[in-house]
């Protein structure tokens, strides 16, 4: 699961973008791509998540968080 916090400068403003999250493992293979329509109002948290219900591969994976298209955050993690 990836969190993702968001906020906007105006807690009244509501701000229509599109959140994305890209999972891929080490090899450069992606696992799943999606992206949500969100409209940000305030603070506000949108989940992402993904799973193999026979489990994943030892190994390096890394997500990818982007904004409109953007990547703004990524993250590297391992499955042992």
């Known amino acids: 699961i990836a969190a993702v916090s968001t906020s906007t400068s105006d807690s009244l ?26 409209n940000f109002t305030g603070a506000g948290v949108t989940n992402f998540q993904v799973s193999k219900p026979d489990g994943w591969p030892a190994g390096n994976y890394k997500v990818e968080i982007s904004l409109d298209g953007t990547v703004v955050q990524s993250k590297d993690f391992s499955v042992n």
């Open 13 to 38: 403003a509501n701000v229509p973008g599109k959140l994305g999250a890209k999972w891929s493992f080490q090899d450069g293979q992606v696992i799943n791509d999606e992206s949500k329509d969100v």
